[in-house]
C-alpha cells in the first residue's frame, strides 16, 4: 500500500520565478492537504483539494494555487516567489467519506528561495 | 479561527523517565485532536490521536488525555527512550473537513 509521496525532494530557486510541487495521495484517499512549515515552525494549512475543486484555504496569498487531478493527485504552485517563501512544503492526504479526520503526510519538499 | 497552544518548546529527560506535553486550543468546536511525530528531516508521522467523545485513550507508552471543559489536552510518554526524541506537535480540528490548526512543536530530548 504506497503512502504519500511528493516530488521534488529539494528545489532551489531565485526571486521571483515560479515552482510546481507534486503529491500523490495515499492509495484509497481523495482529499488532499497542503501546509508550509517554516523552520522551527509547526505546518500552516495553505488550502485543501477534494474532487478536483479548492475546498478550503487558509490565510495564504493568491500567489499560492493548486490543482487536483482526476486520479487524486495534486500540484502547489507559487508564483513570483519570495524569501520568505524558503520552508518545508508537506502534502497529506485524507479519505473525505470515512468516518476518520486522520490524515497522513508526504515527505514534503524543501524550497529554497535565494 | 481556531489558535493552539503548546508547552513546552523543548523537553529535556533521563531515558526511562516520562515525559508530558500539554496544549490548550480556544475553538469549543473543535473535536478532532492529533499528536505527530516528525524526527529531523523526515515527514510528521500520526502517534496518536482522540476524539471529545473519550477522555483518553492508550497505545503502549502513549497516552493522550483530553478536557473539553478545560480545553487541553496533554501527550504523555513513559519508559522514554533514546528513540523517542523528536518534535511532536499536537493539533486540534473540527470533524468533517479536517482543517488542523498545529501547535508550535516540542523538542523532546532523551539523554541515554
Known amino acids: 500500500d504506497a503512502g504519500v509521496t511528493q516530488s521534488p525532494t529539494h528545489l532551489i530557486k531565485t526571486r521571483g520565478q515560479q515552482v510546481t510541487l507534486r503529491c500523490s495521495p495515499k492509495?484509497?484517499?481523495?482529499?488532499v492537504s497542503w501546509y508550509q512549515q517554516a523552520l522551527g515552525q509547526g505546518p500552516q494549512f495553505i488550502f485543501q483539494?477534494?474532487?478536483?475543486?479548492?475546498?478550503q484555504r487558509g490565510n495564504f496569498p493568491d500567489r499560492f494555487s493548486g490543482h487536483q487531478f482526476p486520479n487524486y493527485s495534486s500540484e502547489l504552485n507559487v508564483n513570483a516567489l519570495l524569501l520568505g517563501d524558503s520552508a518545508l512544503y508537506l502534502c497529506?492526504?485524507?479519505?473525505?467519506?470515512?468516518?476518520?479526520?486522520?490524515?497522513?503526510f508526504g515527505p514534503g519538499t524543501r524550497l529554497t528561495v535565494l | 479561527g481556531e489558535n493552539v497552544e503548546q508547552h513546552p518548546s523543548t523537553l529535556s529527560v533521563q531515558e526511562g523517565d516520562s515525559a508530558v506535553i500539554k496544549c490548550t486550543y480556544s475553538?469549543?468546536?473543535?473535536?478532532?485532536f492529533p499528536w505527530y511525530k516528525q524526527e529531523l528531516g523526515k515527514r510528521p508521522q500520526l502517534i496518536i490521536d482522540?476524539?471529545?467523545?473519550?477522555g483518553e485513550k492508550k497505545d503502549q507508552r502513549i497516552a493522550v488525555t483530553l478536557n473539553k471543559t478545560a480545553k487541553h489536552f496533554s501527550l504523555h510518554i513513559t519508559e522514554t527512550q533514546p528513540e523517542d526524541s523528536a518534535v511532536y506537535f499536537c493539533?486540534?480540528?473540527?470533524?468533517?473537513?479536517?482543517?488542523?490548526?498545529f501547535g508550535r512543536g516540542t523538542s523532546l530530548i532523551v539523554h541515554p
Open positions: 497529506a492526504s485524507s479519505f473525505a467519506s470515512g468516518d476518520t479526520d486522520t490524515q497522513y
Open positions: 492509495s484509497g484517499h481523495d482529499t
Open positions: 483539494y477534494y474532487e478536483e475543486e479548492e475546498r
Open positions: 475553538d469549543s468546536a473543535s473535536n478532532y
Open positions: 482522540i476524539r471529545s467523545n473519550v
Open positions: 493539533a486540534a480540528s473540527k470533524g468533517g473537513s479536517y482543517i488542523p490548526t
